[in-house]
């Protein structure tokens, strides 16, 4: 049976083999990111003794490409042969991380060094990221859609529970530099997985348009999207947070809570229950609230969940941190996985790659800025109080999308076809 996505794989059972290579690919190197995302910072603290602020700018560089090339990337995805673009920006991350042992054995490493590899990741990402998001749709029909994004959020979540947890145990036992040639290993299993998917077959143009207006149509139809709209704003204050939390999680468990680095990284691993709670109740939640009601009210529990992450000292400390944690991680997977999908099903086949592009050049895009001002925050004020602080852009999640017509629907798709497409406007 064909599916009905423009440039579909053709016949079912074939795009289901395709779906489940492309979910290894993508799972392979998400457990191996996991564990670096303990090491990387565990290597700036416990090698480096880096600075709040060092913290602040090597969490800022791991997100600050979807700033830099975040738009253009939906372009390129578009035009050049994806599989081939994601198996390149595999090498280039592996290579990246490779390099920090190598300059650690010869005592050259630096948090100058961390900063660079963590640029090259993230530019590497973006590409990545908008290849993968744009290649589900043409495997899966639109009724899947869903299902499909919640089981990726979910196996995301499953090496985001076991990762930090065995990173933190891995750090433990051989030190944090040698734990990122693990991250580097999962990177060229992907790359290797990723040899085995078909190219897309998308009809191409005889001379494709001027980039910057590619750009702009993209832009122009989520900017103008009644609905779509603020669901990237949301997003935005979402990934804010999140940028603050990358960059001052670990400062905050090891110079102010004291944690051991194998209970930092279990603590961490709180972030992947949230995950994988939001994804396993997602389709629930939305049956019985609809997707619309769900995004308001997964905003608010967010939000609850900030505020509850930096309260308390000793054990107390402890577990508020994981509760928090794992309350905040559900509300954004909710918010994650009904907007994903919305965007998926309501973009027109030929401009999704930009309107992914877009959404995540803003929303993403955040994540670097919030890590910046919570690096300077933390400087001055510590981490705790900055992560407090933090609680009001999270507030901001929930009444972006009570300021807008989402406070009036049910269901996200309840929203007339004929308003949602602004592109002639």
């Avoid at 440039?7 to 779906?19: K, L, P, R």
């Avoid at 998001?133 to 089981?151: A, D, G």
């Avoid at 309260?311 to 994650?336: E, K, P, R």
Wanted: proline share 6%.
């Amino acid at each position: 049976m064909e599916l009905t996505r423009s440039g579909g794989i053709g016949m079912a059972g074939e795009g289901a083999g395709v779906f489940w290579r492309w979910w290894t690919a993508g799972t392979t190197s998400a457990a191996g990111s996991a564990v670096g995302a303990v090491a990387l910072p565990l290597t700036a603290l416990t090698v480096l003794d880096a600075s709040a602020f060092e913290m602040g700018v090597i969490a800022a560089a791991g997100y600050v490409a979807w700033i830099v090339i975040g738009l253009p990337a939906g372009v390129m995805v578009q035009r050049l042969p994806m599989r081939r673009v994601q198996i390149c920006a595999d090498l280039a991350r592996a290579a990246a991380l490779g390099s920090i042992p190598a300059a650690w054995w010869w005592d050259r490493l630096t948090v100058a060094q961390l900063v660079i590899v963590a640029l090259v990741i993230s530019f590497a990402d973006v590409v990545f990221d908008v290849a993968n998001s744009t290649f589900l749709p043409s495997i899966v029909s639109k009724e899947q859609l869903q299902s499909r994004n919640s089981l990726t959020s979910g196996t995301h979540a499953t090496t985001q529970l076991g990762g930090p947890s065995a990173g933190g145990l891995v750090v433990q036992l051989l030190g944090a530099v040698p734990t990122l040639l693990v991250d580097a290993a999962g990177y060229l299993v992907s790359a290797v997985l990723l040899r085995t998917l078909p190219e897309r077959r998308v009809p191409a143009p005889d001379q494709w348009p001027p980039v910057r207006a590619m750009i702009r149509e993209g832009r122009r139809f989520v900017v103008r999207h009644p609905v779509m709209g603020p669901c990237m704003w949301a997003a935005t204050a979402a990934n804010t947070v999140c940028g603050a939390q990358h960059a001052l999680y670990a400062l905050y468990l090891v110079r102010e809570l004291h944690a051991a680095p194998g209970l930092v990284g279990l603590l961490l691993a709180a972030d992947g229950v949230g995950s994988l709670v939001g994804a396993a109740l997602t389709s629930r939640i939305t049956a019985r609230l609809g997707t619309a009601r769900a995004l308001v009210v997964a905003g608010f529990f967010s939000a609850a969940g900030a505020l509850v992450v930096p309260l308390g000292t000793g054990w107390q400390g402890y577990v508020a941190f994981a509760v928090g944690n794992v309350v905040f991680s559900v509300g954004v997977v909710v918010l994650s996985v009904v907007t994903r999908t919305y965007r998926q099903i309501t973009s027109p086949p030929e401009l999704l790659p930009r309107v992914m592009a877009t959404v995540r050049f803003v929303s993403w895009g955040a994540i670097p800025v919030g890590g910046l001002v919570a690096g300077a925050l933390a400087g001055a004020f510590g981490a705790r109080t900055t992560l407090l602080i933090f609680v009001l852009a999270a507030l901001c999640i929930p009444l972006v999308l009570l300021a807008s017509p989402v406070r009036h629907l049910r269901d996200l798709t309840d929203h007339q076809p004929s308003e949602a497409r602004p592109l002639s406007a």
